[in-house]
Nanobody, 114 residues
């Protein structure tokens, strides 16, 4: 079970922090990802993190602006988003797995607009 929170409306150049709470599985043995889907487009993998947090990965479109982190004691994975752009507008999903995602949350909407 994955539950995202923290989405909302932000102005261009602004910041938002997404959080995902995991339950029902051994969180600390799985890599995790954030994936987004804009209206009318296919899913886009955004960022991933290894099970122990020792390595993080980013799509070129968000590199240098987004930061993924996790807390295995709290079973949470976060995505700090800065310098947001209108093209970041999408439904953001937390997903289990770094290379292949096999469990998804319900998503949280991020809208970037002035």
């Amino acid at each position: 079970h994955l539950v995202e929170s923290g989405g909302g409306l932000a102005q261009p150049g602004g910041s938002l922090r997404l959080s995902c709470a995991a339950s029902g599985f051994a969180f600390s043995v799985h890599g995790m990802s954030w994936v987004r889907q804009a209206t009318g487009k296919g899913p886009e993998w955004v960022s991933g993190i290894l099970n122990d947090g020792s390595a993080t990965y980013y799509a070129d479109s968000v590199k240098g602006r987004f930061t993924i982190s996790r807390d295995n004691a709290k079973n949470t994975v976060d995505l700090q988003m800065s310098n947001l752009k209108p093209e970041d507008t999408a439904l953001y999903y937390c997903a289990r797995g770094r290379r292949v995602q096999d469990k998804w949350g319900q998503g949280t909407q991020v809208t970037v607009s002035s």
